[in-house]
Protein backbone atom coordinates (compact mmCIF):
# COMPACT_ATOMS: atom_id res chain seq x y z
CA UNK A 1 0.00 0.00 0.00
CA UNK A 2 1.41 3.32 -0.89
CA UNK A 3 1.91 6.24 1.55
CA UNK A 4 -0.74 8.11 1.56
CA UNK A 5 -0.39 11.50 3.17
CA UNK A 6 -3.28 12.24 6.18
CA UNK A 7 -5.36 15.17 5.06
CA UNK A 8 -4.23 17.35 8.15
CA UNK A 9 -1.53 16.33 10.22
CA UNK A 10 -0.48 18.71 13.17
CA UNK A 11 3.15 17.84 13.82
CA UNK A 12 4.07 19.62 17.89
CA UNK A 13 2.26 22.35 16.82
CA UNK A 14 1.97 24.76 19.98
CA UNK A 15 -0.01 28.16 20.71
CA UNK A 16 1.77 30.51 22.81
CA UNK A 17 -0.05 34.17 24.25
CA UNK A 18 1.39 36.48 25.93
CA UNK A 19 5.33 36.96 26.25
CA UNK A 20 8.29 35.49 28.47
CA UNK A 21 7.19 35.44 32.16
CA UNK A 22 3.66 36.19 30.86
CA UNK A 23 3.31 33.69 28.41
CA UNK A 24 0.57 30.98 28.27
CA UNK A 25 0.07 27.73 26.27
CA UNK A 26 -2.90 27.26 24.85
CA UNK A 27 -1.52 24.20 23.05
CA UNK A 28 1.56 22.31 23.76
CA UNK A 29 3.19 19.88 21.09
CA UNK A 30 0.36 18.75 19.93
CA UNK A 31 -0.05 15.54 17.46
CA UNK A 32 -2.97 14.78 15.41
CA UNK A 33 -3.19 13.28 12.23
CA UNK A 34 -6.73 13.42 10.12
CA UNK A 35 -7.77 10.80 7.34
CA UNK A 36 -9.77 12.11 4.92
CA UNK A 37 -13.91 11.11 5.49
CA UNK A 38 -13.26 10.86 9.18
CA UNK A 39 -15.47 11.85 11.58
CA UNK A 40 -14.11 13.66 14.40
CA UNK A 41 -15.06 15.01 17.89
CA UNK A 42 -12.74 17.15 20.25
CA UNK A 43 -13.85 17.02 23.78
CA UNK A 44 -12.01 18.73 26.64
CA UNK A 45 -13.31 21.46 29.55
CA UNK A 46 -12.93 25.23 28.63
CA UNK A 47 -9.26 26.78 27.83
CA UNK A 48 -8.09 23.28 27.63
CA UNK A 49 -7.04 24.17 23.89
CA UNK A 50 -9.63 22.30 21.91
CA UNK A 51 -10.96 25.54 19.74
CA UNK A 52 -7.43 26.93 19.39
CA UNK A 53 -6.74 23.58 17.75
CA UNK A 54 -9.52 23.97 15.52
CA UNK A 55 -8.66 27.47 14.45
CA UNK A 56 -5.56 26.29 13.55
CA UNK A 57 -6.77 23.53 11.89
CA UNK A 58 -9.34 26.01 10.20
CA UNK A 59 -6.84 28.33 9.07
CA UNK A 60 -8.27 31.45 10.88
CA UNK A 61 -5.25 31.20 13.59
CA UNK A 62 -1.27 30.05 12.88
CA UNK A 63 0.30 28.20 15.34
CA UNK A 64 3.44 29.73 17.11
CA UNK A 65 5.56 26.78 17.16
CA UNK A 66 5.71 23.17 15.23
CA UNK A 67 4.33 22.86 11.65
CA UNK A 68 0.55 22.03 9.61
CA UNK A 69 0.57 20.08 6.96
CA UNK A 70 -2.71 19.90 4.33
CA UNK A 71 -2.72 16.95 2.03
CA UNK A 72 1.35 16.46 2.83
CA UNK A 73 1.71 20.06 2.13
CA UNK A 74 3.44 22.60 4.64
CA UNK A 75 0.72 25.52 4.84
CA UNK A 76 2.28 26.81 8.13
CA UNK A 77 3.84 30.02 7.32
CA UNK A 78 1.23 31.27 4.93
CA UNK A 79 -0.75 34.67 5.05
CA UNK A 80 -3.98 36.37 5.31
CA UNK A 81 -5.06 35.77 1.84
CA UNK A 82 -3.06 32.63 1.44
CA UNK A 83 -5.05 30.90 4.60
CA UNK A 84 -8.90 32.79 2.93
CA UNK A 85 -7.89 30.78 -0.30
CA UNK A 86 -7.67 27.49 1.67
CA UNK A 87 -11.13 28.65 3.61
CA UNK A 88 -12.74 29.66 0.62
CA UNK A 89 -11.89 26.18 -1.72
CA UNK A 90 -11.33 23.22 1.08
CA UNK A 91 -13.39 24.37 4.27
CA UNK A 92 -16.60 25.05 5.41
CA UNK A 93 -17.31 26.77 8.75
CA UNK A 94 -20.79 25.84 11.22
CA UNK A 95 -20.40 27.81 14.61
CA UNK A 96 -22.22 27.53 18.25
CA UNK A 97 -23.82 31.15 17.56
CA UNK A 98 -24.85 30.47 13.56
CA UNK A 99 -22.95 33.58 12.54
CA UNK A 100 -25.76 33.80 9.87
CA UNK A 101 -25.87 37.58 8.45
CA UNK A 102 -29.10 39.15 10.03
CA UNK A 103 -31.68 40.48 7.54
CA UNK A 104 -30.13 38.65 4.74
CA UNK A 105 -32.50 35.58 3.22
CA UNK A 106 -31.58 31.99 3.89
CA UNK A 107 -30.82 31.89 0.24
CA UNK A 108 -28.46 35.15 0.33
CA UNK A 109 -26.76 33.39 3.36
CA UNK A 110 -25.85 30.42 1.52
CA UNK A 111 -24.89 32.14 -1.24
CA UNK A 112 -22.51 33.90 0.04
CA UNK A 113 -19.04 31.76 -0.29
CA UNK A 114 -19.95 31.30 -3.60
CA UNK A 115 -20.03 35.14 -4.27
CA UNK A 116 -16.53 35.00 -2.79
CA UNK A 117 -15.36 31.95 -5.14
CA UNK A 118 -16.74 33.96 -8.31
CA UNK A 119 -19.36 31.38 -9.07
CA UNK A 120 -22.43 33.32 -11.51
CA UNK A 121 -25.56 34.71 -10.42
CA UNK A 122 -27.57 31.83 -11.76
CA UNK A 123 -25.55 28.56 -10.85
CA UNK A 124 -25.14 30.49 -7.67
CA UNK A 125 -28.72 30.43 -6.47
CA UNK A 126 -29.04 26.91 -7.85
CA UNK A 127 -26.05 25.46 -5.64
CA UNK A 128 -28.03 27.39 -2.68
CA UNK A 129 -31.28 26.14 -3.32
CA UNK A 130 -30.10 22.64 -3.99
CA UNK A 131 -27.84 22.56 -0.74
CA UNK A 132 -30.89 24.35 1.35
CA UNK A 133 -33.00 20.97 -0.22
CA UNK A 134 -30.22 19.01 1.59
CA UNK A 135 -30.51 20.43 4.87
CA UNK A 136 -34.64 20.56 4.66
CA UNK A 137 -35.38 23.71 4.06
CA UNK A 138 -36.74 24.18 0.51
CA UNK A 139 -40.10 25.89 2.00
CA UNK A 140 -37.98 28.64 3.74
CA UNK A 141 -35.47 30.01 1.02
CA UNK A 142 -36.70 33.83 1.59
CA UNK A 143 -36.97 33.63 5.28
CA UNK A 144 -34.34 35.43 7.23
CA UNK A 145 -32.70 34.38 10.51
CA UNK A 146 -34.36 36.24 12.78
CA UNK A 147 -37.90 34.46 11.26
CA UNK A 148 -35.96 30.76 11.37
CA UNK A 149 -36.06 28.61 14.60
CA UNK A 150 -32.49 27.70 16.50
CA UNK A 151 -32.07 24.32 14.74
CA UNK A 152 -33.33 26.04 11.41
CA UNK A 153 -30.64 28.82 11.30
CA UNK A 154 -28.09 26.12 12.33
CA UNK A 155 -29.18 23.98 9.23
CA UNK A 156 -28.77 26.95 6.90
CA UNK A 157 -25.34 27.39 8.77
CA UNK A 158 -24.86 23.73 7.41
CA UNK A 159 -25.90 24.76 4.01
CA UNK A 160 -23.24 27.63 4.10
CA UNK A 161 -20.75 25.25 4.99
CA UNK A 162 -21.39 22.55 2.28
CA UNK A 163 -22.56 24.79 -0.53
CA UNK A 164 -18.69 25.39 -1.74
CA UNK A 165 -18.32 21.40 -1.89
CA UNK A 166 -15.28 21.22 0.54
CA UNK A 167 -12.94 18.31 2.03
CA UNK A 168 -13.84 19.83 5.66
CA UNK A 169 -16.59 20.73 7.89
CA UNK A 170 -15.31 22.35 10.58
CA UNK A 171 -18.03 22.50 13.79
CA UNK A 172 -17.41 24.37 16.94
CA UNK A 173 -20.39 22.90 18.93
CA UNK A 174 -22.37 23.09 16.64
CA UNK A 175 -25.47 21.73 18.84
CA UNK A 176 -24.60 24.29 21.52
CA UNK A 177 -27.41 26.08 21.56
CA UNK A 178 -29.96 23.58 21.09
CA UNK A 179 -32.10 21.71 22.74
CA UNK A 180 -31.11 17.79 22.76
CA UNK A 181 -33.63 16.95 20.15
CA UNK A 182 -32.74 19.04 17.30
CA UNK A 183 -29.01 18.67 18.65
CA UNK A 184 -29.65 14.91 17.20
CA UNK A 185 -31.34 16.23 14.17
CA UNK A 186 -28.00 18.39 13.06
CA UNK A 187 -25.97 15.47 14.15
CA UNK A 188 -27.80 13.66 12.29
CA UNK A 189 -27.30 15.72 9.42
CA UNK A 190 -23.74 16.04 9.69
CA UNK A 191 -23.22 12.27 9.93
CA UNK A 192 -25.20 12.08 6.50
CA UNK A 193 -22.75 14.65 4.61
CA UNK A 194 -19.73 12.95 6.28
CA UNK A 195 -21.15 9.61 5.26
CA UNK A 196 -23.01 10.31 1.71
CA UNK A 197 -20.14 13.33 0.46
CA UNK A 198 -17.19 11.63 1.90
CA UNK A 199 -17.11 15.11 3.59
CA UNK A 200 -14.39 15.09 6.67
CA UNK A 201 -15.65 16.99 9.97
CA UNK A 202 -13.98 17.88 12.90
CA UNK A 203 -16.30 18.91 15.83
CA UNK A 204 -15.56 20.32 18.65
CA UNK A 205 -18.17 19.77 21.44
CA UNK A 206 -18.49 19.38 25.27
CA UNK A 207 -21.46 16.64 24.98
CA UNK A 208 -21.17 13.09 24.96
CA UNK A 209 -23.95 12.11 23.46
CA UNK A 210 -22.61 14.18 20.87
CA UNK A 211 -19.48 12.60 20.74
CA UNK A 212 -20.65 9.60 20.46
CA UNK A 213 -21.54 10.09 16.08
CA UNK A 214 -18.20 10.57 15.58
CA UNK A 215 -15.40 8.03 14.46
CA UNK A 216 -12.28 8.95 16.64
CA UNK A 217 -12.67 11.26 19.40
CA UNK A 218 -9.98 13.85 20.54
CA UNK A 219 -9.64 14.43 24.51
CA UNK A 220 -8.14 17.76 25.41
CA UNK A 221 -6.86 19.00 28.74
CA UNK A 222 -4.17 21.75 29.41
CA UNK A 223 -3.46 22.27 26.01
CA UNK A 224 -2.45 18.68 25.06
CA UNK A 225 -4.15 15.74 24.24
CA UNK A 226 -4.57 13.11 26.99
CA UNK A 227 -6.45 10.31 25.21
CA UNK A 228 -6.64 9.75 21.15
CA UNK A 229 -8.78 6.84 19.86
CA UNK A 230 -12.76 5.80 21.06
CA UNK B 1 -14.43 41.38 -8.53
CA UNK B 2 -16.29 45.03 -8.45
CA UNK B 3 -19.58 43.94 -9.68
CA UNK B 4 -19.42 41.37 -6.92
CA UNK B 5 -18.53 44.47 -4.62
CA UNK B 6 -21.50 46.43 -6.02
CA UNK B 7 -23.65 43.35 -5.37
CA UNK B 8 -22.77 43.01 -2.05
CA UNK B 9 -22.73 46.77 -0.83
CA UNK B 10 -26.36 46.95 -2.96
CA UNK B 11 -27.51 44.13 -0.52
CA UNK B 12 -26.02 45.56 3.12
CA UNK B 13 -27.25 49.01 2.30
CA UNK B 14 -30.93 47.16 1.62
CA UNK B 15 -30.48 45.10 4.59
CA UNK B 16 -29.90 48.11 6.86
CA UNK B 17 -32.88 50.30 5.36
CA UNK B 18 -32.49 52.79 8.73
CA UNK B 19 -28.62 53.27 9.37
CA UNK B 20 -28.74 53.96 5.13
CA UNK B 21 -30.72 56.65 5.23
CA UNK B 22 -29.64 58.30 8.12
CA UNK B 23 -26.37 58.50 6.86
CA UNK B 24 -27.91 59.83 3.93
CA UNK B 25 -29.24 61.96 5.92
CA UNK B 26 -26.47 62.78 7.06
CA UNK B 27 -25.40 63.70 3.68
CA UNK B 28 -27.74 65.43 2.91
CA UNK B 29 -27.99 67.94 5.72
CA UNK B 30 -24.55 68.80 5.18
CA UNK B 31 -24.41 69.57 1.61
CA UNK B 32 -28.50 71.08 2.04
CA UNK B 33 -27.19 73.52 4.56
CA UNK B 34 -23.98 75.17 2.80
CA UNK B 35 -25.80 75.44 -0.69
CA UNK B 36 -28.83 77.50 1.20
CA UNK B 37 -27.05 79.55 3.08
CA UNK B 38 -24.24 80.55 0.48
CA UNK B 39 -26.90 81.02 -1.80
CA UNK B 40 -28.78 82.92 0.48
CA UNK B 41 -25.92 85.21 1.56
CA UNK B 42 -25.18 85.98 -2.37
CA UNK B 43 -28.52 86.68 -2.94
CA UNK B 44 -28.75 89.38 0.17
CA UNK B 45 -25.74 91.20 -1.27
CA UNK B 46 -27.13 91.17 -4.53
CA UNK B 47 -30.21 93.19 -3.30
CA UNK B 48 -28.54 95.46 -0.82
CA UNK B 49 -26.20 96.69 -3.75
CA UNK B 50 -29.14 96.75 -6.06
CA UNK B 51 -30.36 99.53 -3.37
CA UNK B 52 -28.55 101.40 -3.02
CA UNK B 53 -28.16 101.98 -6.80
CA UNK B 54 -31.56 102.82 -6.53
CA UNK B 55 -30.36 105.93 -4.67
CA UNK B 56 -29.72 107.67 -7.78
CA UNK B 57 -27.41 106.60 -10.99
CA UNK B 58 -24.13 107.64 -11.55
CA UNK B 59 -24.48 110.89 -8.90
CA UNK B 60 -22.58 112.78 -7.37
CA UNK B 61 -23.60 115.26 -4.14
CA UNK B 62 -21.44 118.26 -3.84
CA UNK B 63 -21.46 119.34 0.12
CA UNK B 64 -19.84 122.70 1.35
CA UNK B 65 -17.60 122.04 4.33
CA UNK B 66 -15.21 119.84 4.61
CA UNK B 67 -15.95 115.93 4.75
CA UNK B 68 -15.15 114.94 8.17
CA UNK B 69 -16.74 112.21 10.12
CA UNK B 70 -18.67 112.65 13.45
CA UNK B 71 -21.48 115.16 14.31
CA UNK B 72 -21.72 117.79 12.14
CA UNK B 73 -21.21 121.37 13.51
CA UNK B 74 -23.18 124.04 12.70
CA UNK B 75 -20.92 126.31 11.68
CA UNK B 76 -22.09 129.53 10.04
CA UNK B 77 -18.62 130.61 8.27
CA UNK B 78 -19.33 127.87 5.40
CA UNK B 79 -20.25 129.31 2.62
CA UNK B 80 -22.99 127.65 0.76
CA UNK B 81 -23.74 127.77 -2.93
CA UNK B 82 -25.61 129.83 -5.20
CA UNK B 83 -27.58 129.43 -8.31
CA UNK B 84 -25.19 130.94 -10.13
CA UNK B 85 -23.16 127.78 -8.87
CA UNK B 86 -25.25 125.39 -10.48
CA UNK B 87 -25.73 127.15 -13.68
CA UNK B 88 -21.60 127.41 -13.95
CA UNK B 89 -21.99 123.43 -13.88
CA UNK B 90 -24.13 123.04 -16.52
CA UNK B 91 -22.50 125.73 -18.81
CA UNK B 92 -18.95 124.36 -18.02
CA UNK B 93 -18.88 120.61 -17.33
CA UNK B 94 -18.99 117.83 -19.80
CA UNK B 95 -21.33 115.22 -20.06
CA UNK B 96 -24.05 115.91 -16.86
CA UNK B 97 -27.13 114.61 -17.46
CA UNK B 98 -28.86 116.89 -14.48
CA UNK B 99 -27.88 119.63 -12.11
CA UNK B 100 -30.33 119.15 -9.07
CA UNK B 101 -29.62 121.96 -6.06
CA UNK B 102 -31.46 120.89 -3.14
CA UNK B 103 -32.69 122.95 -0.04
CA UNK B 104 -34.65 121.17 3.48
CA UNK B 105 -36.01 122.08 6.56
CA UNK B 106 -38.26 119.72 8.72
CA UNK B 107 -42.04 121.45 9.04
CA UNK B 108 -45.06 120.21 10.15
CA UNK B 109 -47.19 119.80 7.49
CA UNK B 110 -51.26 120.74 8.48
CA UNK B 111 -54.34 119.72 6.63
CA UNK B 112 -57.60 119.78 8.02
CA UNK B 113 -57.21 118.52 11.79
CA UNK B 114 -54.44 116.50 10.49
CA UNK B 115 -50.75 117.34 11.22
CA UNK B 116 -47.29 115.57 10.59
CA UNK B 117 -43.93 116.36 10.34
CA UNK B 118 -42.01 116.02 7.59
CA UNK B 119 -38.96 117.43 5.61
CA UNK B 120 -39.79 120.12 2.93
CA UNK B 121 -36.99 120.53 0.24
CA UNK B 122 -36.67 123.32 -2.61
CA UNK B 123 -35.90 121.78 -5.96
CA UNK B 124 -36.26 121.74 -9.16
CA UNK B 125 -37.22 119.48 -11.98
CA UNK B 126 -33.74 118.18 -12.37
CA UNK B 127 -34.49 116.60 -8.61
CA UNK B 128 -36.65 113.57 -10.79
CA UNK B 129 -33.81 112.91 -12.98
CA UNK B 130 -31.28 112.78 -10.60
CA UNK B 131 -33.07 110.61 -8.28
CA UNK B 132 -34.41 108.80 -11.31
CA UNK B 133 -38.02 109.14 -9.60
CA UNK B 134 -41.23 109.60 -11.38
CA UNK B 135 -44.80 111.04 -10.73
CA UNK B 136 -47.82 108.38 -9.31
CA UNK B 137 -50.21 111.47 -10.13
CA UNK B 138 -50.35 114.90 -11.04
CA UNK B 139 -47.72 116.86 -13.23
CA UNK B 140 -43.68 118.41 -12.08
CA UNK B 141 -43.46 121.88 -11.60
CA UNK B 142 -44.06 124.16 -14.55
CA UNK B 143 -41.42 126.78 -15.96
CA UNK B 144 -42.86 129.48 -14.45
CA UNK B 145 -43.89 127.79 -10.84
CA UNK B 146 -40.38 127.56 -10.86
CA UNK B 147 -39.30 131.00 -12.07
CA UNK B 148 -41.63 132.92 -9.75
CA UNK B 149 -41.74 130.77 -6.70
CA UNK B 150 -45.39 129.65 -7.00
CA UNK B 151 -46.84 127.88 -4.17
CA UNK B 152 -47.19 124.20 -5.11
CA UNK B 153 -45.87 121.26 -4.02
CA UNK B 154 -45.20 117.62 -4.59
CA UNK B 155 -46.08 115.06 -1.83
CA UNK B 156 -44.53 111.86 -0.94
CA UNK B 157 -46.46 108.77 -0.35
CA UNK B 158 -45.81 109.07 3.16
CA UNK B 159 -47.00 112.61 3.50
CA UNK B 160 -50.14 111.69 1.11
CA UNK B 161 -50.82 108.56 3.57
CA UNK B 162 -50.42 110.49 6.58
CA UNK B 163 -52.86 113.41 5.72
CA UNK B 164 -55.28 112.13 3.42
CA UNK B 165 -55.52 108.55 3.98
CA UNK B 166 -57.54 107.19 1.36
CA UNK B 167 -59.07 110.70 0.39
CA UNK B 168 -57.26 111.94 -3.25
CA UNK B 169 -54.35 115.02 -2.01
CA UNK B 170 -54.48 116.32 -6.00
CA UNK B 171 -55.39 120.34 -5.87
CA UNK B 172 -55.42 120.21 -2.16
CA UNK B 173 -54.10 123.08 -0.09
CA UNK B 174 -51.73 122.12 2.75
CA UNK B 175 -50.15 124.56 5.69
CA UNK B 176 -46.60 124.42 5.86
CA UNK B 177 -45.33 127.24 8.88
CA UNK B 178 -46.90 130.20 7.83
CA UNK B 179 -48.43 129.93 4.47
CA UNK B 180 -50.05 126.99 2.53
CA UNK B 181 -49.55 125.33 -0.46
CA UNK B 182 -51.22 123.55 -3.56
CA UNK B 183 -50.74 119.67 -4.08
CA UNK B 184 -50.24 119.62 -8.11
CA UNK B 185 -48.45 115.83 -7.64
CA UNK B 186 -48.18 112.45 -6.06
CA UNK B 187 -44.49 110.97 -6.35
CA UNK B 188 -44.06 107.27 -6.52
CA UNK B 189 -43.66 104.94 -3.76
CA UNK B 190 -39.62 104.73 -2.86
CA UNK B 191 -39.81 102.76 0.00
CA UNK B 192 -36.63 102.94 2.73
CA UNK B 193 -33.08 103.60 1.83
CA UNK B 194 -30.68 101.26 2.30
CA UNK B 195 -29.84 103.44 5.46
CA UNK B 196 -33.19 103.14 7.01
CA UNK B 197 -34.88 106.42 5.98
CA UNK B 198 -38.23 106.29 5.08
CA UNK B 199 -37.75 108.51 0.96
CA UNK B 200 -41.44 108.73 0.71
CA UNK B 201 -41.42 111.18 3.90
CA UNK B 202 -41.23 114.20 1.54
CA UNK B 203 -42.84 117.55 0.29
CA UNK B 204 -41.17 119.14 -2.51
CA UNK B 205 -41.66 122.73 -3.44
CA UNK B 206 -39.92 125.18 -6.24
CA UNK B 207 -36.52 126.11 -4.78
CA UNK B 208 -37.32 129.96 -5.40
CA UNK B 209 -40.48 129.41 -3.07
CA UNK B 210 -38.17 127.49 -0.29
CA UNK B 211 -35.64 130.34 -0.30
CA UNK B 212 -38.27 133.01 -0.14
CA UNK B 213 -40.61 131.46 2.42
CA UNK B 214 -39.21 129.06 4.47
CA UNK B 215 -35.06 129.71 4.49
CA UNK B 216 -35.50 133.47 4.27
CA UNK B 217 -32.14 133.32 1.75
CA UNK B 218 -30.50 132.83 -1.29
CA UNK B 219 -28.30 129.95 -0.35
CA UNK B 220 -28.04 126.42 -1.59
CA UNK B 221 -27.35 124.16 0.93
CA UNK B 222 -26.36 120.45 -1.62
CA UNK B 223 -26.31 120.59 -5.40
CA UNK B 224 -26.28 117.01 -6.57
CA UNK B 225 -25.17 115.63 -10.08
CA UNK B 226 -25.96 112.91 -12.23
CA UNK B 227 -23.59 111.74 -15.08
CA UNK B 228 -24.21 110.18 -18.46
CA UNK B 229 -23.98 106.97 -18.02
CA UNK B 230 -20.78 106.21 -20.30
CA UNK B 231 -19.30 108.78 -18.50
CA UNK B 232 -17.08 108.12 -15.52
CA UNK B 233 -18.21 109.37 -12.71
CA UNK B 234 -14.91 109.83 -11.58
CA UNK B 235 -13.74 112.29 -13.98
CA UNK B 236 -17.06 114.44 -13.69
CA UNK B 237 -15.72 114.58 -10.27
CA UNK B 238 -12.42 116.00 -10.83
CA UNK B 239 -13.59 118.43 -12.75
CA UNK B 240 -16.29 119.61 -10.89
CA UNK B 241 -13.27 120.12 -8.22
CA UNK B 242 -11.41 122.10 -10.47
CA UNK B 243 -14.53 124.12 -11.35
CA UNK B 244 -15.82 124.72 -7.36
CA UNK B 245 -12.08 125.05 -6.43
CA UNK B 246 -11.97 128.44 -9.25
CA UNK B 247 -15.36 129.63 -8.48
CA UNK B 248 -14.29 130.00 -4.67
CA UNK B 249 -11.05 131.24 -5.45
CA UNK B 250 -8.90 128.68 -3.07
CA UNK B 251 -5.21 129.04 -4.07
CA UNK B 252 -3.36 126.56 -4.31
CA UNK B 253 -2.27 124.45 -1.20
CA UNK B 254 -4.74 125.13 0.59
CA UNK B 255 -7.60 122.82 1.43
CA UNK B 256 -11.56 122.65 -0.42
CA UNK B 257 -13.85 124.51 1.68
CA UNK B 258 -16.52 122.02 -0.05
CA UNK B 259 -16.41 118.20 -0.92
CA UNK B 260 -17.42 116.10 -3.37
CA UNK B 261 -19.63 112.40 -2.76
CA UNK B 262 -19.86 109.89 -5.23
CA UNK B 263 -22.39 107.49 -4.88
CA UNK B 264 -19.46 104.60 -6.23
CA UNK B 265 -17.93 105.19 -2.89
CA UNK B 266 -20.58 103.84 -0.93
CA UNK B 267 -21.77 101.55 -3.01
CA UNK B 268 -18.24 100.16 -2.68
CA UNK B 269 -18.23 100.66 1.49
CA UNK B 270 -21.87 98.60 1.63
CA UNK B 271 -20.70 96.18 -0.89
CA UNK B 272 -17.49 94.96 1.24
CA UNK B 273 -19.88 95.05 4.47
CA UNK B 274 -22.17 92.70 2.78
CA UNK B 275 -18.99 90.77 1.54
CA UNK B 276 -17.93 90.74 5.24
CA UNK B 277 -21.87 88.66 5.66
CA UNK B 278 -21.49 86.11 3.11
CA UNK B 279 -18.65 85.04 4.33
CA UNK B 280 -19.78 85.21 7.96
CA UNK B 281 -22.92 83.04 6.12
CA UNK B 282 -20.12 80.81 4.58
CA UNK B 283 -18.99 80.03 7.79
CA UNK B 284 -21.84 79.29 9.40
CA UNK B 285 -22.41 76.69 6.25
CA UNK B 286 -19.28 75.19 6.88
CA UNK B 287 -19.79 74.49 10.41
CA UNK B 288 -23.06 73.37 9.10
CA UNK B 289 -20.73 70.95 6.89
CA UNK B 290 -18.31 69.66 9.30
CA UNK B 291 -21.34 68.92 12.37
CA UNK B 292 -23.15 66.90 9.23
CA UNK B 293 -19.49 65.33 8.82
CA UNK B 294 -19.55 64.59 12.12
CA UNK B 295 -22.89 63.10 12.08
CA UNK B 296 -21.82 60.71 9.25
CA UNK B 297 -18.85 59.81 10.93
CA UNK B 298 -20.74 58.99 13.85
CA UNK B 299 -23.13 56.37 11.81
CA UNK B 300 -20.28 55.34 10.25
CA UNK B 301 -18.28 54.17 13.36
CA UNK B 302 -21.05 52.65 14.85
CA UNK B 303 -21.92 50.42 11.93
CA UNK B 304 -18.37 49.26 12.06
CA UNK B 305 -18.27 48.08 15.20
CA UNK B 306 -21.82 46.81 15.08
CA UNK B 307 -20.78 45.39 11.74
CA UNK B 308 -17.70 43.62 13.14
CA UNK B 309 -18.98 40.42 13.78
CA UNK B 310 -20.04 40.20 9.84
CA UNK B 311 -16.83 41.29 8.63
CA UNK B 312 -15.58 38.12 10.78
CA UNK B 313 -18.37 35.83 8.83
CA UNK B 314 -17.20 37.10 5.75
CA UNK B 315 -13.54 36.38 7.00
CA UNK B 316 -13.95 32.99 7.91
CA UNK B 317 -15.87 31.63 4.97
CA UNK B 318 -13.00 33.17 2.37
CA UNK B 319 -13.51 36.75 1.61
CA UNK B 320 -10.13 38.19 1.18
CA UNK B 321 -9.56 41.09 3.30
CA UNK B 322 -9.68 43.63 -0.06
CA UNK B 323 -12.93 42.15 -0.73
CA UNK B 324 -14.54 43.22 2.52
CA UNK B 325 -12.88 46.98 2.07
CA UNK B 326 -14.10 47.30 -1.69
CA UNK B 327 -18.03 46.40 -0.39
CA UNK B 328 -17.98 48.98 2.41
CA UNK B 329 -16.03 51.66 0.15
CA UNK B 330 -18.82 50.70 -2.76
CA UNK B 331 -21.37 51.39 -0.10
CA UNK B 332 -19.80 54.87 1.29
CA UNK B 333 -19.68 55.76 -1.98
CA UNK B 334 -23.07 55.13 -3.12
CA UNK B 335 -24.91 56.69 0.05
CA UNK B 336 -22.56 59.52 0.34
CA UNK B 337 -23.36 60.69 -3.14
CA UNK B 338 -26.77 59.49 -2.77
CA UNK B 339 -26.66 61.82 -0.26
CA UNK B 340 -24.65 64.38 -1.91
CA UNK B 341 -27.64 64.64 -4.82
CA UNK B 342 -30.20 64.81 -3.01
CA UNK B 343 -28.52 67.65 -0.71
CA UNK B 344 -28.00 69.33 -3.85
CA UNK B 345 -31.51 69.69 -5.12
CA UNK B 346 -32.67 70.01 -1.59
CA UNK B 347 -30.54 73.12 -0.73
CA UNK B 348 -31.36 75.05 -4.16
CA UNK B 349 -34.83 74.02 -3.67
CA UNK B 350 -34.75 75.89 0.00
CA UNK B 351 -32.54 78.57 -1.34
CA UNK B 352 -35.00 79.12 -4.05
CA UNK B 353 -37.74 78.98 -2.20
CA UNK B 354 -36.80 81.51 0.44
CA UNK B 355 -35.28 83.60 -2.33
CA UNK B 356 -38.85 83.91 -3.33
CA UNK B 357 -40.22 84.83 -0.15
CA UNK B 358 -37.68 87.41 1.07
CA UNK B 359 -38.24 88.81 -2.19
CA UNK B 360 -34.11 88.79 -2.76
CA UNK B 361 -32.57 87.66 -6.19
CA UNK B 362 -31.97 83.63 -6.74
CA UNK B 363 -28.06 83.80 -7.63
CA UNK B 364 -26.92 80.62 -8.57
CA UNK B 365 -22.99 79.21 -7.48
CA UNK B 366 -21.65 76.63 -9.23
CA UNK B 367 -18.11 76.53 -7.12
CA UNK B 368 -20.42 76.56 -3.55
CA UNK B 369 -21.99 73.44 -5.28
CA UNK B 370 -19.37 71.20 -6.02
CA UNK B 371 -17.18 72.03 -2.77
CA UNK B 372 -20.34 70.93 -0.84
CA UNK B 373 -20.87 68.34 -2.99
CA UNK B 374 -17.28 67.27 -2.77
CA UNK B 375 -16.75 67.37 1.01
CA UNK B 376 -19.47 65.56 2.49
CA UNK B 377 -18.83 62.62 0.27
CA UNK B 378 -15.23 62.70 1.00
CA UNK B 379 -16.48 62.70 4.86
CA UNK B 380 -18.73 59.70 3.84
CA UNK B 381 -16.28 57.74 2.05
CA UNK B 382 -13.24 58.84 4.47
CA UNK B 383 -15.49 57.31 7.22
CA UNK B 384 -16.81 54.29 5.99
CA UNK B 385 -13.31 53.30 5.23
CA UNK B 386 -11.25 54.03 7.69
CA UNK B 387 -13.26 52.01 10.47
CA UNK B 388 -13.56 49.34 8.13
CA UNK B 389 -9.99 49.03 7.19
CA UNK B 390 -9.54 48.15 10.88
CA UNK B 391 -12.29 45.77 11.61
CA UNK B 392 -11.08 44.27 8.29
CA UNK B 393 -8.08 43.75 9.87
CA UNK B 394 -8.76 41.90 12.99
CA UNK B 395 -8.27 38.11 13.30
CA UNK B 396 -11.02 36.53 12.03
CA UNK B 397 -11.81 35.19 15.37
CA UNK B 398 -11.32 38.51 17.04
CA UNK B 399 -14.11 40.03 14.66
CA UNK B 400 -16.30 36.97 15.49
CA UNK B 401 -15.96 36.66 18.88
CA UNK B 402 -16.52 41.11 19.04
CA UNK B 403 -20.44 41.58 20.55
Known amino acids: MKTKSALIELRDVSKVYGHMSTATYALKNVNI???????????????????????????????????????????????????????RNYLGFVFQGFNLLGRTSALENVELPLIYKGVKALERKEMATKALEMVGLADVLSHTPGELSGGQQQRVAIARAIVTQPLILLADEPTGNLDSKRSREIMELLKKFNKEKNITIIMVTHEEEMALYADKIFRFKDGMIVEGEK | MLWNAFVLALRAIYRNMMRSILTVLGVVIGVASVIAMVFLGDGTTAYITQNISKLGSNMLIILPGQDKSGPRTQDTSIKLFKIEDVEAIKREIYGIKAVAPGASKGVNAVYSNKNYSTSVEGRDNDYFIVKDWGLEDGRIFLPNELKSGKAVCIIGQTVKKELFGEQNAMGANIRLEKFSCQIIGVLQTKGASTFGLDQDNIILVPLKMFQRRLSGNLDIPMIQVSAHDNISTEEVKNNLLELFRERRRIRHGLEDDFYIRDLKDIIETVGSTTKMLTLLLGAVAAISLLVGGIGIMNIMLVSVTERTREIGIRLAIGAFEREVLLQFLVEAIVLSSLGGIIGIFLGISIAYFAAMSFEIPFIFNKEIVLIAFFFSTLVGVVFGYFPARKAARLDPIDALRHE
Open chain 1, 33 to 87: KIQRGEFIAIMGPSGSGKSTCMNIIGCLDSPSDGSFLFEGLNVTGLNRNQRAVLR
